[in-house]
């Protein structure tokens, strides 16, 4: 089984930053992906940055430029660098993380944390 636990979020004025990190735990064998998705009231959930094992990095438009994605692999941890933040980047958001187990696969996902950007 692997856990995620994710901590940095918060409440920052427009033009602020914020950290997320987000760290797996477990009987992890190997991870492919790592990402961050975040959901606003009464919208769906989006993709906001994943970085695979190539390092390679993709990002939402509405957030190219400001956010920054990166991982430690030797922590099995990603960070989410968010900066000039503003009031529609307001949503819950989630880490998640996809790899292998010595038993298979698995696709897990944080418990979400708050980021709020207002005045």
């Known amino acids: 089984q692997v856990q995620l636990v994710e901590s940095g979020g918060g409440l920052v004025q427009p033009g602020g930053s914020l950290r997320l990190s987000c760290a797996a735990s477990?009987?992890?064998?190997?991870?492919?992906?790592m990402g961050w998705h975040r959901q606003a009231p009464g919208k769906q959930r989006e993709l906001v940055a994943v970085?695979?094992?190539?390092?390679?990095?993709n990002y939402a438009d509405s957030v190219k430029g400001r956010f920054t994605i990166s991982r430690d692999n030797a922590k099995n941890t990603v960070y989410l660098q968010m900066n000039n933040l503003q009031p529609e980047d307001t949503a819950v958001y989630y880490c998640?993380?996809?790899?292998?187990?010595?038993?298979?696969?698995?696709?897990?996902w944080g418990q979400g944390t708050q980021v709020t950007v207002s005045s």
């Open positions: 998640n993380v996809r790899g292998a187990t010595l038993f298979g696969r698995f696709d897990a």
């Open positions: 477990g009987n992890i064998f190997s991870i492919n992906a």
């Open positions: 970085i695979i094992n190539s390092g390679s990095t």
